[in-house]
């Protein structure tokens, strides 16, 4: 609902118009348009980014897996070469006698100590050659194997141990002794270098298999998850592989280290594994950032929309409002907009025309009160004993309504039904309104009629409905003994009972031809007699307060007290005879 004007005319400021602007059509077109204008690149910038990233996310993982698994695998052989250089030194009565005991594994660690000073090997055993296959196997006891035994060639055999292990043990032959020596490997010890280079933050871990896919090591960390891995032979190109187990995704890659050259075996497979951490924490991250940066860019959008809304379409508002105040009839309405553009060039064309508009109504108005004045007086002028009687009455009508407090639109309307209120009395024949002698009751009741023809005479126009009860009831009595509908009391327009006291008052102090007119002092005898029964006790206390200074006015001094003169432009109206 638009604000009324304030008592300049001006409308005042538009209220929460973050709110109300948001309301309107032009304001909610505008905000989507800066919303989506900004919305959609960034989705779509950030759909785009977040692929890019998460692919380049993905690729820097499984590089550094791979790149892992190959130092990993790297170190595997040094490890190697150290221990077949341990053999050889006991082999040379080099090292000390417990070497030559089942110490067990070594201790589980990461410290770079294992790096340098790790024992390697265990259960070491010297056989003559012919016993050779002891500690060979028999697969492994002949051919290609024997004779890079003979050539002094260190051999790596995959060695099994009870029903489902396996061991790595590493064999050489002392040519001078003519005896075979073994011993297996202590993996954690051999491993200890390439688990720590896997360790990351990522929860990485490390399995040893055989070219097969025989696990000979695992950690623990990752050995259950990386039971459901592919074998390595199904492994990809890359040597990168993506496996989910237990709920987590994870990210492995594998280095072959190919043996056959330097220790006379199939290739050992190398497997480096890491929880989905490494791809999915970055990739968070990046989300983080990414959401953060779309709820800054969503909030200076809003605010940029708001601040530009408010700018440009507060004065739209107001403009609205200010139409819709014109077309409510509020004429009044002036604009102030001092926004410097358009729009106050509009607000300054728009209080032009609401001026102009307010002249031309005014134009109007007096051509319409000017030509009702008009037809009032022809009225009156086809006899000389009414002349002015119409003027007469709807002047002293509006002095009585403002006494009693009436709006000025009302007493506009009780001053143009005044004015009209004896138009019936066209239909009367004027040799009847002269008559001096008494009317018969034919006459009388042509008289009478004059109200019911005067209906039928403005009917027609729908602009006069509002003076059609003044019109047709100015002679209605409070005890029901008026005409031409005998109504009673509150029954009759209130304001018609107005219009019955100014009516009467002024035909029984003008002059007729059946008599002169009579004294301030008689009339009012009249009038307050009435009271009660012909009029309302309210219009007539009202009359008592005026009724002096409107009885020594000067004859069509056109009086109206100044409260209510500012519509009664040039003169004024009223006549009737007493009721018999």
Partial sequence: ??????????????????????????????????????????????????????????????????????????????????????????????????????????????????????????RVAAVPWERRRELLGTDAAEGKVASRLALGEPQLVVHPEGRDAVVLRLV????????????????????????????????????????????????????????????????TRRGIWLWEAGGQDYLGGYWTAFLSASFGADPLVLAVAEGGDGLRVPAQAFSSAFLLAVALCMAVVLASSTLLIRRNLSPLERLKDAAQSLGRGQYETRLEIDSGDEFE???????????????????????????????????????????????????????????????????????????LHDVGKIGVPTHILDKAASLTDEEFDLVRAHPVIGIRILEPVAQLAPLLPMVRSHHERMDGQGYPDGLTGDATHPFARIMA??????????????????????????????????????????????????????????????DYASFVREGQHADDLLPA
């Fill in 1 to 122: 609902m638009a604000s009324p004007p304030t008592t300049d005319g001006a409308l005042p400021p538009t209220e929460n118009p973050r709110w109300t602007l948001l309301s309107t059509r032009v304001g909610r077109r505008v905000f989507l348009l800066f919303v989506l204008s900004a919305l959609i690149p960034v989705l779509g910038m950030g759909v785009v980014s977040y692929r890019n990233v998460a692919d380049h996310i993905r690729t820097l993982s499984e590089q550094r897996v791979s790149g892992t698994a190959k130092a990993a695998g790297m170190a595997l052989i040094e490890r190697l070469m150290a221990a077949d250089g341990q053999l050889q030194d006991w082999m040379d009565g080099g090292v000390e006698a417990d070497l030559n005991r089942d110490s067990g594994p070594t201790e589980h660690g990461h410290s770079d100590d294992r790096m340098n000073s790790g024992r390697f090997l265990r």
């Fill in 172 to 235: 050489r032959l002392d040519s001078g002794k003519n005896t075979v020596y073994g011993a297996d490997l202590v993996l954690d010890s051999v491993l200890a270098a390439s688990r720590i280079y896997a360790e990351t933050q990522y929860g990485a871990g490390i399995c040893l298999l055989t070219g097969s896919g025989v696990r000979l090591s695992c950690d623990p960390a990752i050995e259950s998850s990386f039971a459901s891995a592919s074998r390595p032979e199904e492994l």
């Fill in 345 to 419: 060039e509009l607000a300054g064309a728009f209080n032009g025309m609401a001026r102009r508009l307010v002249d031309q109504i005014g134009e109007l108005h007096a051509l319409h009160v000017a030509t009702i004045r008009a037809l009032s007086r022809a009225i009156d002028a086809s006899s000389h004993w009414t002349r002015g009687h119409s003027e007469r009455v709807a002047e002293l009508s509006v002095a009585i309504g403002g006494e009693m407090g009436l709006p000025v639109d009302d007493l506009e309307l009780i001053y143009r039904g005044g004015l």
């Fill in 501 to 562: 006291v100014a009516d009467v008052w002024d035909a029984i102090t003008s002059d007729r031809p059946y008599r002169e007119a009579m004294s301030f002092d008689r009339a009012w005898e009249v009038i307050a007699l009435g009271a009660g029964t012909h009029f309302d006790p309210q219009v007539v206390a009202a009359f008592e307060t005026i009724s002096r200074d409107w009885y020594r006015r000067p004859a069509a001094s056109g009086f109206v007290p100044a």
